[in-house]
């Protein structure tokens, strides 16, 4: 049984803005670079950076039953969640722990501080694990409407299967990138209406997918499904995702198998990952399920998390504009059932596969998860703080999606996902 964090207002001896996505209740984890090069394990308390390596090196991190300590040196988060769910929340409990306002063992050791803490800007964020698999869903029913009236049939939107089981598509592992990188805007096919043929040449249609993304901490078995009440046991915690997306690509290549090259230039991440006992206290319970899912995805406990998630777009002058804020609040189909869907065949999981959840998109036009969305395909241009308009999105934008949970003052923060656009080779 996983051992959850109290939930009460915990003050830290380390200083916490007022906002921050960071407080003591969060300890998410991530990876990142010394400044002397060192790549380390990290965990972040307001606008510091903590060390985890240095901090286990003091001996703070013995007797969590992680048999090598080692693992907080290494360059990824991987072999830390394949601990299990239960000793990453115990090292999160530790580390609550150490850092709270009345513990005075580190506290009062300036010589040890200086090893451990650092200013969270001065330690480059990587990519906090090595994706092993990727699945991306397509989990919101408003986003699936309006994709299949623009593109389908308006008058029966969603496919047959959609509204019976979490639609799922395997995508490429090794073009997830982190926040911070730069991504090139994709050539390749597309079929303009007046065209008459498909013509080749950049994207004229490049998008973003406001998501999120949880990631598995454990190894199953082929043949061996896992049941929809053990799920959450085999998810470590959750990040921002941004599928980003050629839809003009996408459009003209998704029949009869699905998105490939419209989907697979790039990917960008939260360099943190939030654990689901920090998430815990923000359940609820998501959209009615109608018609009633077959036994095996129905959920006895509110299954999804209230989570806002903002986009941006930043000008390259610098001005930036909010131009959708949406919620997880809306998924029609919850992380516990996409994970068991995923396994109902068979399909064995491995430590650190990603699970994206689709765009998400609310029921007002400003919580439209996508800019194919809020501009209706091009037909409602989105107008800019500093006067200009997009469709979608052009070359040097930078894309910025922010996410947190908030409730009766407690605030926890994902950080960021960044990415600016490069024009096209």
Not at 286 to 299: D, F, R, S
Request: aromatic letters at 8%; hydrophobic letters at 35%; one cysteine or more.
């Amino acid at each position: 049984m996983v051992k959850k964090a109290k939930t009460s207002p915990l003050r830290s001896w380390i200083e916490v803005p007022e906002g921050s996505d960071f407080p003591l209740y969060n300890i998410p984890f991530g990876v990142g670079r010394r400044p002397n090069g060192k790549v380390r394990c990290f965990t972040r308390i307001g606008n510091t950076a903590v060390d985890l390596y240095m901090l286990a090196s003091l001996g703070l991190m013995d007797e969590l039953g992680i048999p090598d300590l080692r693992v907080f040196k290494w360059a990824s988060l991987n072999d830390f969640f394949a601990n299990g769910r239960e000793r990453v929340a115990a090292a999160r409990e530790r580390i609550i722990n150490i850092f709270s306002e009345n513990n005075p063992v580190l506290r009062t050791s300036h010589l040890d501080k200086t090893k451990v803490l650092l200013p969270a800007d001065q330690v480059q964020m990587l990519m906090p694990i090595k994706v092993r698999d990727y699945t991306d869903f397509y989990s919101s029913k408003e986003h699936a409407e309006h994709v299949g009236a623009m593109f389908r049939d308006k008058s029966s939107p969603l496919q047959p299967n959609w509204l019976h089981l979490p639609v799922g598509y395997h995508g490429r592992t090794s073009s997830i990138v982190v926040s911070g990188t730069a991504i090139r805007r994709p050539k390749g096919q597309s079929s303009p209406s007046n065209a008459g043929k498909p013509v080749f040449g950049p994207s004229k249609a490049l998008d973003f997918e406001a998501e999120t993304a949880f990631i598995t901490c454990s190894n199953t078995e082929l043949g061996q499904p896992i049941e929809i009440g053990q799920a959450d046991q085999h998810i470590i915690g959750m990040l921002i995702f941004n599928d980003l997306s050629a839809r003009d690509i996408q459009q003209w290549e998704y029949v009869p198998l699905g998105p490939f090259q419209g989907k697979s230039f790039g990917s960008v991440i939260s360099p943190w990952v939030v654990t689901m006992e920090a998430l815990e206290p923000f359940r609820v319970a998501g959209p009615e399920q109608n018609p009633k899912p077959m036994p095996y995805l129905q959920t006895r406990k509110d299954r999804n998390f209230d989570i806002c998630i903002e986009a941006s777009i930043r000008t390259p002058e610098g001005s930036e504009t909010l131009i959708c804020k949406t919620n997880t609040r809306y998924l029609y189909w919850s992380i516990d059932q996409q994970l068991t869907h995923q396994t109902l065949n068979g399909c064995n999981i491995r430590v650190c596969d990603l699970y994206a959840s689709g765009a998400i998109s609310g029921p007002e036009p400003d919580s439209y998860g996508s800019m194919l969305e809020l501009s209706w395909n091009g037909s409602n241009p989105i107008h800019l703080e500093d006067g200009t308009q997009r469709t979608f999105l052009n070359d040097h934008d930078t894309l910025i999606i922010r996410a947190f949970a908030e409730k009766q003052g407690m605030r926890i923060g994902f950080g960021e996902s960044v990415t600016t656009v490069l024009p096209a080779l």
